[in-house]
């Protein structure tokens, strides 16, 4: 498996790094380590903010590289003007000012996730120390790591039904590809020693459909299936959704395998 620059500078200098501990002079130094990495989903709870109830029925993603950094997700104080509220959305908090820093951990593997079943996305190289945040990267599909065709092309597929407090129903089937395939600043704080353990990242559905308004779905087809239209208000939510950070809320699990 082969390892970003800045994972490799880190694990290079993990030997020679050392604290002063509390005044003894005693050296405490950074060590690798493994650990699993896992991506499942939480299902959205009650209506979203247009009073549409949604159930999904299926939702893939083609993730990529995840990597750890040691840099922690400060929010800003007061929120910044959201262009997307021009448009009929809703803003949502932004993150303020937010440094990666080392990396100290990476999973490098490129596969489709079927977020309803759960998957685990592979062991990270890492070293001990103090994460403050992770990286997800949603990567293009091939022939190669989407071998059934779920995604279509697209980085995200979410399929499903959403009904209305009026009785209004519409089945839907829709595509996301992020302008910028990096989900960066997604809060994970956690001072990692040699305890066994894995990593979950789940998915909140609710936060990736919180804001959709599904009355501007396109007209349903010959199988009563509709789409979201490129300038939609239904796609720009979508989109949103997922470039979220707060939609993944990533926990250490104590107790599991390395």
Known sequence: MSHSPALLRTLAAAATLMSLGCGDGAKTEAERRTFGVAMSATLPTGPNEHGWTVTPEAVQLSVGAVRFFEGRVLLSRAPRFDWYSLIGGTAHAHPGHYVP??????????????????????????????????????????????TQNLLGGHQVHVRGTATHATGATVRFDAAVDLPKA??????????????????????????????????TASQPDA?????????????????????????????????AAQ
């Open 101 to 146: 820093g080392d990396a100290l951990g990476e999973v490098l593997n490129v596969q489709t996730v079927d977020l309803l079943a759960g998957s685990d996305l592979g062991s990270a190289n890492a070293v001990t120390g103090s994460y403050g945040s992770l990286e997800l990267t949603l990567a293009t599909p091939t022939a190669a790591t989407d």
């Open 182 to 215: 990096a989900i960066e600043g997604v809060r994970f704080e956690r001072e990692l020693k040699q305890e066994p353990g894995s990593v979950s990242i789940a998915v909140d559905l609710g936060k990736w459909v919180g804001r959709i308004d599904f009355a």
């Open 223 to 255: 199988a009563g299936i509709s789409t979201f239209p490129a300038d939609s208000q239904a796609q720009n939510a979508l989109v949103r959704g997922v470039e979220d950070t707060s939609a993944y809320v990533v926990t250490w699990v104590e107790g």
